[in-house]
Structure formats: structure tokens, C-alpha cells
């Protein structure tokens, strides 16, 4: 993480972080609010690069910031003092900021503080002071930067840890201090390692060196670089301090290496933190997503899982729909010589009637051969007509059979489906399925139009006028009635063509509803599985943006 490329532009910056910001919203990654806010307020608000002082009570952080900036502003003690983060930076006139968690800012003399940031005044904070700011027109060096005293981390008071781990995702440059007397605790790495999500620039203050012969410093130091190495894998800068001997050394030292050069840069070094912050952040969000992919993978592929064995192949949509089409294939052949085999009897019957009454009737026809043949054509579309349509009122229902058995195959067919798909859904999902109303209704097909014109195709038409009809007429007479029989077969026919066509539009109704039926409880079922499905796809899609924003 330490070489990070150098900063991007700002608008690149603000791009990035807004991809970040929506990743953390959409997965509601809230550990990572307080880093993406803090890298945020960073961008917006521009301020002095903090350099913070940390490091267990009792370090000498304050005493090593009093020797720093050469004023006693910050309180030092044998007991744990400073309550508050108290930034220092410079102003053109002395003057002190109380920051309350609420909001609420007043300004005092800069002899006051104390009543805010030492435990004696302030007890438990009781005051809610969350942040100090100081100015102070000697810190005119150090135009660009604050240092940041921080109450002790690992202190006896809980307090303490929160509020400058609160604020630690602000931090640009830390300076850990260590104090010879207790040197790299536990407490100390941890830090560090929580410091290494933060900023690239980490750097240990071994304080009170005077307490420690050069050799003994020399021993330290080695201790904890090695320290570092096993625990950290990295080694880390290190300086000297003390405010009892050679102070004037080892704040050079720190002045030129350290203060000096950030304030010489800094705007590049204020975009290499924030680069460097927002690199973190996306990884952090990075690893949060994959496990957010990993799990919305599983969940993928557990579905289509269930997708496998609750759609099997005995509920397969083509499979139930060809079983339908046979169905209804199989019963509508059937139909047509059902119909006729029924009407058959009524053919006898229907001839000798039409004949006699053809006897009785064509004996008060008059005319020659055009005028008789117009006449019989009229008669026999009449006569028969009447016929049919009674039998096709009274006996209807026996041309229904194939509907009724087809009505019964179709729903047979669907209730195994539904056996199927409701035993699978109840195996795999333990789930068992509401009794669902997949009845087919019957719809009684209309009756036919039965009305027959044009019968008879009389092909002596053409010579009509040469027949003397007194000579003929009983010829003819016989003619007409030896053709009765023929009229009787071709309209009995007929009919049994028009019921055929009802009654097999009745059957494809059905086939229809019952294919529509599966259709819709497939695609419920199909949809209920695959609900929750694109989430993969949409984390896949951030992984990838925040990867192209980062590298
Ligand atoms: N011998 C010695 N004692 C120091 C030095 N710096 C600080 N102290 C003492 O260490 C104690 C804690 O100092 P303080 O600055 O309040 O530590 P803080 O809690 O880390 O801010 C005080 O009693 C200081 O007098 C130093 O350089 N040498
Ligand atoms: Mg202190």
C-alpha cells in the first residue's frame, strides 16, 4: 500500500469516492462510514494536514508537542490528563476553539483550556468537549499543517480510546510515541495496524530517551524494528526525543524531516494521504463486496439448483404441451365418425319421410322442367333443413362425446402435472402447495346454421324447353324422388361436418386453457425461485468500477 500512484485529479477523486460512497450504501457497510466520511470531509474541506501525536497514556505525547511548538499550551501530568483532541496550528492571534460533540463552538483565552482538556477539570468529559482547536501566531512555520495531541490510547479511561478512534480516519501523518521506559506494546501494534488503514506515514517517537544510555537507545531502536519485521513484516522510522537532554538535536531533526518538508508540499502530500486513504477504503469495500459475490454466487447457484429439481423433467412446459396436443389430436379424429355413426340411424327414417311427403307435395307443382327442378331445389332445402335442425336440436348432446372424453383426458393430464410439480416443490422446499382450481371449463359448442341451399344440380337445365312436360312429367317425378335419398345422405353428412367443426373448437379451447394453465404456474413457480436473482450481476459491476477507479 505504501507506493501509491500519484494523485489524480480532484474531480477523479470525488468520482471515486462517489462510486465507494454507493457500494457502502447499497451493502450498508457500515464500518466503513466513518473512513468514507472522514476521506469525504477531507476532499470538501480542504484543511491543514493533521500530524498526530498518539500513543498510550503517559507517553509524553503532550510534553514532546509543548517542546515541539515552545509554549506550554498543552497540559502534562503523572496521571492520565488530556480528555480531548486538541489540534494546534497556526493563527494570526492566541486564541483557543471548544468544539462540543453537539456542535455548539466557543471561543476562550487560551489559559483556559485546561478546564476543558485536563481530567482534573474536565472529569469523564463531562463537558462533551469533542474537539480543541488552538491558535497560535508562533506556528507561522508550520502554515499548512496541525498537530494533533490525542488523549491516550489504551488509557484507564474508556472514553479516551473512543474519541480518538473516532477521529483516527482523519489523521495525515502519525507520529507514535513510545516511551523508553515502556517500549512497543501490544497496544502499540495494534495501532499501528489500525494506523496502516489510514496513512502512509507512519513514524515512532521513541520519548524520554534521556532515561536510556546510547547503547540502550541503540538496543531499543534495533527492538523495535525487529518487533515490527515479526509482527508487521514492515520497519518503520524512528527518532529520538527527550525534553531533558539534547532537545534541541532531536527536534531539528524532527523539524527538517518531518514538519519542514510537509509544509514544503503540502498540497501533493495532502492528495497522497487522501489517495492513499481512499486506496484503503476501496479495498476494505473490494473485500466486503467479493464476500457479498461469494454468498450472492452460493445463492445463485443454489437456486438454480432448486430450479433443477423442482422444474424436473416430468413438469417440463414443451413436454406437458405436446401430451395436450395429442390429447386433443387423438379426440377431435374421433369426433367426425362418432357424429356420423350416431346420425346413421336417422337416415332411413329421414328418406321414407322426405319421400312421401315429396309424393304428396309435387303433385300441385306446375310448370315445364326449369319451373319443376327450381321448385324440388327449394323443397329439399326446406324440407331437409327442417329435418336436421329438429334432430340436431333433439339430439345434441349425443354429438358431445368426444368433448366429454376429451374434457376428461385434458384434466387428468393436468391434475398428474400438478401431482408432480407439488410433490417436487414439497420434496425440495419442504413446502406444500394450496389446492389450486385448475379446472377446464367445458364450453358447450354452438349449434350449426343448418341451412342447405343449392342441393340439387339438375344438368337437364339446359334443354328444359325441348321436353314436352305432358309426355314426361311422371318421369321426371321419379327422378326427383329416386334423388331423395342421395339429398338425405349428403345433408345428414353435412350436419355431422358442422357439429364436427363445433365440437373440435370446444376441444381446442380447452387445450388452450389447460396449456395456458401450466404456463402461468410454471412462470409463478419459476419466478418465485429465481427472485432475488441479479445481485451477482450488480456486485460484479461495482467490483469492477472501483477496481477501474483504483488502479
Ligand atoms: N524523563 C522524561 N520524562 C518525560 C519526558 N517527557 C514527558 N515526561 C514525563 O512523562 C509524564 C507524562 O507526560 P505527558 O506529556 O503528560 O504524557 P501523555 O499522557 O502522553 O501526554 C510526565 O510526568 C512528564 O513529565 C522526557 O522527555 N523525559
Ligand atoms: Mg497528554
Redesign the pocket.
Known sequence: MDNISPPTSISDIRGHLEILASACNRFQMVSLARKLEAAQTLLSENPPIDVAVL??????????LNNLIGQNV?????I???TAITRVQYGIREKALIRHFNGAITEIPLAEIVQFTSEAENPGNSKNVAIVDIELPSMQDYQGLRLV?TP?LGSVYKYHQSTSEEWLPSVGTAIL?V?SDRPLSEHDLDLIRELTSHTPNIILLL?????LSPEQQNEVIAFFQQTLQRELHRILPVYL????ENTKEYKQRIEEDILKTICKNRDSEFFRILNYKIHSLSESCLGYLKIAMQSSLQADMNRENLRAQILNEKVNEDLVREELGIIAREHQRQTRPMIETYLEQFRSPLTKKAIKKLEMDITSWRGNLWKLSRKYETWVSETLSEELRLISKNEHSHFLGTMKKAHASFSRALEAFCKFLNDNIETVLGVKMAEVDWKIDVMEPNHPDISFTKPFDIHLDLIWFLIPMFLFRKVFERHFIANVPKEATINISRLAYQWEKSVNNAIEEMRLQAINYIHEELATIENLISGTKGQTDEIKKLIIQIEKASF
Do not use: E, M, N, W
Request: hydrophobic share 35%; net charge positive.
Open positions: 500513543g498510550q497514556f503517559k507517553a509524553g505525547k503532550s510534553s514532546f498543552l497540559p502534562v501530568g503523572a492520565p490528563v488530556t495531541d491516550g510515541a516511551s520519548t524520554k530517551a534521556d532515561i526525543y527527550s525534553i531533558k
